[in-house]
């Protein structure tokens, strides 16, 4: 059976990289734009993610691209698995709270302020995954810099044919 999934992800992923390779900038502008959306892909700051991308790559002068290619390794194929690994990682270093009650959730509640100030109430449960998240940005941020630095700058070297 063929394998339906890796088969054109591994291709988009190839494409992808060859259009991050092929940026006209200079390699560090576009591993420092590639690092940032990195870093904003593995914070905690859930739906900020491509307004603050945005944001910063106009304010800082980086490139959009690079940002956004960086960015959007957070999907929805690897959302849960960023944050399953920065919750774990930040529950090993400040522990993992109780479980706790949660409010009664029904969608009209939503508009309610008691259901709000519980779950605020409840912020214990997230600061692990916050942490976690924030430094899981930094590292990998920081490793993908150096990464996308050392191809960008190897794919540019001219080839010396023997």
Not at 33 to 50: E, K, M, Q, R
Not at 84 to 112: D, K, W
Request: net charge positive.
């Amino acid at each position: 059976m063929p394998d339906i999934t890796i088969g054109p992800m591994r291709k988009r992923f190839e494409h992808l990289l060859k259009k991050l390779l092929a940026l006209e900038d200079s390699p560090e502008r576009i591993a420092k734009a590639f690092a940032l959306g990195v870093f904003l892909a593995f914070s905690p700051l859930i739906g900020l993610h491509i307004p603050l991308g945005v944001g910063l790559a106009f304010f800082c002068r980086l490139n959009r691209f690079a940002l956004l290619l960086g960015l959007f390794i957070n999907n929805p194929l690897t959302l849960v698995p960023i944050y399953v690994a920065g919750t774990y990682l930040g529950g090993l270093l400040i522990g993992f709270p109780q479980i706790p009650a949660l409010p009664n959730f029904e969608v009209r509640s939503l508009c309610s302020g008691d259901f709000w100030g519980q779950l605020i109430g409840q912020w214990h449960i997230l600061r692990p995954m916050v942490v976690g998240s924030f430094i899981l940005s930094a590292l990998l941020s920081a490793f993908s810099y150096i990464a996308a630095f050392a191809l960008i700058r190897q794919r540019r070297m001219p080839q010396v044919k023997p």
